[in-house]
């Protein structure tokens, strides 16, 4: 008699956990995805900025090579 209350007691308990656990995520993300949609969106932004940035030895590199073409003169046919 006591083992099968403490089993009603125990799965009464994990269908309230269950419950509760499930609207509070569902609560929650309603709220939150504007938040998160935002940090995506700043992620993504920063991720476009740094591939268009050009790095130090590329620039010094470019600029070599543009002195180098002035250096050298060119044939023309």
């Known amino acids: 008699m ?3 209350k403490l089993r009603t007691l125990l799965f009464s308990l994990l269908f309230i956990a269950s419950i509760g656990s499930y609207v509070y995520i569902n609560s929650v993300e309603v709220s939150d995805c504007n938040m998160k949609c935002q940090a995506k969106q700043q992620l993504l932004q920063d991720e476009d900025d740094s ?5 130090p030895d590329v620039k010094l590199f470019k600029k070599l090579v543009e002195k180098g073409k002035q250096l050298i003169p060119s044939t023309q046919l």
């Open 2 to 4: 006591k083992n099968s």
């Open 51 to 55: 591939q268009n940035a050009e790095l």
